[in-house]
């Protein structure tokens, strides 16, 4: 019997945590989050991130900035939240405007207000195993998945497909620190099929519909979709064919309701855990 890896209901879970922890602080977490442009979809994450960072009792805001904004005027927000006491969290929504580079504005934000860990220090400090100030939401949501089924990370065969900077690599680095054997593989693989059939557990963050199909799966394994794409009728789908892999796998996330929510989830965790670093 395959197992489904309920990050709907291990989030929930989270949450409900993290709001009863708030209901006993003197002051609120703060969360920040910048929205330039009008990406639907971004705006679409905005809106639920800020929903539930409402719903965990935190001081929730968000930044409408246009799709115009120059560089100047995106730096003085971010420089402003630094300095604003209130703020334990600020959280620049990715992608940005196409004339705006992320990585001038990621390395700006104060690293012990980095909620999402994109920082080059707390990168680094991921990759050094040294503690980082934030984890990266999603690949912390999906570690926190695995463990919360007691599945085996040292010593296995891991697979990511994806090596971007906000899923594959920083997941490698904490998957490596897990002491798991870690393969990323990416367009340029050769023989893809040949290395995710070696894989104990295989994450796919590709955002390429059905690129992980049942003949590349090793009976038993975990698999871990990452990915969001609407279909044609606009329902979300993730990079594996379900349906196919699902009896041949031993765990597997569904989309909806796997590692999306966990992310949210690992993100008011941030939230709250800046907080208690800035002002504990
Ligand atoms: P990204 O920056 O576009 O990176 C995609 C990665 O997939 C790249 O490294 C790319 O390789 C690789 N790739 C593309 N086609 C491939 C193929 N045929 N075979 C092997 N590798 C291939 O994407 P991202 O920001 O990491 O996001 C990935 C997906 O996860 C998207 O669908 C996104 O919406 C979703 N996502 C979900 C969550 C969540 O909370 N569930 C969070 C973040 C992202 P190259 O580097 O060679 O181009």
Request: net charge positive; proline share 5%; hydrophobic share 40%.
């Amino acid at each position: 019997m395959t197992v489904i890896l309920d990050g709907k209901t291990l989030s929930e879970k989270i949450l409900d945590n993290i709001k009863q922890k708030v209901s006993n602080l003197n002051s609120k977490p703060g969360l920040a989050v910048i929205l330039a442009g009008n990406n639907p979809a971004s705006e679409v994450y905005v809106r639920n991130k800020e929903k539930q960072a409402q719903n965990a009792g935190f001081n929730s805001s968000v930044y409408k900035l246009p799709e115009n904004v120059t560089k100047e005027e995106l730096l003085n927000l971010i420089n402003k939240l630094n300095d604003d006491e209130k703020t334990d969290g600020i959280l620049l929504q990715l992608p940005l405007p196409k004339h705006l580079a992320a990585y001038d504005f990621l390395d700006k934000i104060d690293p012990k207000k980095d909620v999402d860990g994109f920082h080059p220090i707390n990168a680094g400090k991921l990759f050094l195993n040294e503690k980082p100030y934030a984890i990266p939401c999603t690949p912390k949501g999906i570690v926190r998945l695995l463990d919360e089924y007691k599945i085996q990370i040292e010593g296995k065969n891991v697979v990511i497909a994806g090596r971007s900077n906000i899923v594959g690599k920083p997941l490698s680095a904490l998957l490596l620190n897990r002491s798991a054997t870690v393969t990323i593989v990416h367009s340029k693989t050769k023989n893809l099929p040949e290395i995710t059939k070696k894989a104990d557990i295989l994450i796919s963050a590709t955002g390429k519909k059905n690129m992980i199909t049942k003949d590349m799966i090793k009976k038993g394994a975990a698999v871990i979709d990452v990915g969001i794409i609407r279909d044609e009728n606009n329902k979300l789908r993730g990079d594996v064919d379900f349906n196919g892999v699902k009896d041949i796998a031993g765990f597997i996330t569904p989309v909806p309701g796997g590692v999306g929510p966990m992310t949210i989830a690992m993100l008011m965790e941030n939230t709250l855990e800046l907080h208690l670093l800035n002002k504990g």
